[in-house]
């Protein structure tokens, strides 16, 4: 059983950047696709970025894309998601999450087995 602990949330103004972090515990990360969702007030969880097992694939959703980062150092069992250019729509709890699925890269939810409890991240105007 894998654990999920993701830190580096907090508040920045617009055009700030912020660094989040997930450890893995209980498993080897490099047996595991990773992916960070979000899920801002009032609104479902959605994809914002996943890489695959050995960190050569990364797709992003648009709205993030060009602005965030999604990396891997599986040495060190953590998943990292560096966000720039934040905007106030980017305000979420951002969650990291692992999938059993490694032959290809995975977008959505219910395929992700195993889910941290989430960072806030709150981008001020």
């Known amino acids: 059983q894998v654990q999920l602990v993701e830190s580096g949330g907090g508040s920045v103004q617009a055009g700030g950047s912020l660094r989040l972090s997930c450890v893995a515990s209980?498993?080897?990360?490099?047996?595991?696709?990773m992916a960070w969702f979000r899920r801002a007030p009032g609104k479902e969880r959605e994809f914002v970025a996943a890489?695959?097992?050995?960190?050569?694939?990364?797709p992003y959703a648009d709205s993030v894309n060009g602005r965030f980062t999604i990396s891997r150092d599986n040495a060190k069992n953590t998943v990292y998601l560096e966000m720039n250019s934040l905007k106030p729509e980017d305000t979420a709890v951002y969650y990291c999450?692992?999938?059993?699925?490694?032959?290809?890269?995975?977008?959505?939810?219910?395929?992700?087995?195993?889910w941290g409890q989430g960072t806030l991240v709150t981008v001020s105007s």
């Open positions: 209980g498993g080897t990360l490099s047996s595991y696709g």
């Open positions: 890489i695959s097992w050995s960190g050569n694939s990364t």
């Open positions: 999450a692992a999938t059993t699925v490694t032959h290809t890269v995975v977008e959505v939810t219910t395929l992700y087995d195993y």
